[in-house]
């Protein structure tokens, strides 16, 4: 639909479609896709390394978003997560909300809570820059989604997403106005608060993931101990292939029969062929998948977008530093460049839709 709209209007789009192709960022994604269905030559899943390729189509959104001088587009993400907040305050309190799950202490509206996490630590970043630009009475406004959306995290018990919003809110902060930072320490103080409220269930939590990370080769079936058997498995399969990796579908097919990785056999089971293995952590796919060329892409275009996020006087500077964040963090836990929640949040942000400061 977008490439659509940017044919209607190719007269005032073409120009910047060609200014954003020519950007660093766009170069690098480019680069780092290309290697990555290169892979696909020495795969043993083609079918599965196809799937896993077509997450990668959200590296398109910054190159055909259309240019446009408003910048109320930051408020979509947020009020989005404070919807879901809204229901879990509505769950807690003893109402059944259709599409709102409950479990072991944990309320998750709608979206499977990795999800979950990854778009309110999002639009939490997305809101910085937002409520700097906000009128008073939008900022009242966006005040109320930001704690629903906190309520929203919070209750769901998504690990990540607590990581990932602690780390790039706290970024947003370095590099935003004064003012900009006096109300991220009331909205932290009001977070902490709010934790309290949930301190059972989030200390529960974390406590598993401790117990499950040192026990992963007793029990790598466990969340935490099958992301560290991952990490094990990936770096034994790159590091046999280290220049070309097992190839985008690949890797499930040459993991050793007695790895403690294949435990959870539901992702090993017949039915799974022509699905992508997630290994759960971006540079532990990268790797295994495509070697050290593909680490190498990756990095690279990580810092492509350091570079145009530190050169541009646009107004998503904060916000584009902090989605790199939230991006970066949720990596190491998750897929990242799976899902691409934040990758393709990240990618809108680099456009520059809006006019600079």
């Not at 906190?150 to 004064?178: D, K, P, T, Y």
Request: charged share 10%; hydrophobic share 50%; with cysteine.
């Amino acid at each position: 639909m977008l490439a659509i709209v940017t044919l209607i209007q190719r007269r005032t789009m073409w120009p910047i479609f060609v200014d954003r192709l020519r950007s660093p960022f766009a170069f690098a994604a480019m680069l780092f896709v290309a290697w990555n269905a290169l892979t696909l030559l020495w795969s043993k899943d083609v079918p599965g390394g196809v799937e896993a390729l077509s997450a990668q189509r959200v590296l398109l959104l910054p190159l055909f978003w259309p240019s446009s001088a408003h910048h109320s587009w930051r408020y979509g993400l947020v009020f989005g997560t404070a919807v879901a907040g809204l229901c879990s305050v509505f769950t807690l309190i003893g109402m059944e909300i259709p599409g709102v799950q409950v479990f072991e202490g944990r309320i998750i509206p709608f979206q499977h809570p990795i999800v979950l996490g990854s778009l309110c630590a999002a639009g939490l970043c997305l809101s910085v820059d937002g409520w700097s630009l906000a009128s008073y009475k939008m900022r009242i406004i966006l005040t109320i989604a930001v704690g629903l959306t906190l309520c929203a995290l919070l209750m769901s018990g998504s690990r990540s997403g607590l990581l990932a919003s602690i780390f790039g809110v706290a970024i947003c902060g370095v590099v935003s106005h004064r003012q900009v930072r006096f109300a991220l320490v009331i909205g932290a103080i009001f977070a902490v608060v709010l934790a309290l409220t949930q301190y059972r269930m989030i200390e529960q939590r974390w406590s598993s993931a401790w117990h499950q990370a040192a026990q992963w080769r007793e029990s790598p079936e466990s969340s935490a101990g099958w992301r560290i058997a991952a990490l094990n498995a990936a770096w034994e399969v790159g590091s046999t292939r280290p220049w070309t990796g097992a190839g985008y579908g690949g890797v499930r097919s040459v993991i050793s029969e007695d790895h403690p990785v294949r435990a959870q056999k539901e992702r090993f089971s017949p039915e799974r062929e022509g699905t992508p293995l997630n290994l759960h952590n971006v540079w532990a796919n990268a790797f295994a998948r495509t070697g050290i060329p593909g680490i190498a892409l990756l990095v690279g275009m990580c810092v492509c977008a350091l570079v145009s996020l530190r050169h541009t006087a646009s107004i998503h500077q904060a916000s584009g530093f902090g989605l790199l964040a939230v991006w970066g963090m949720l990596g190491l836990f998750d897929t990242a460049l799976g899902t691409g929640v934040t990758l393709s949040i990240l990618g809108l942000a680099m456009a520059r839709r809006a006019t600079p400061n």
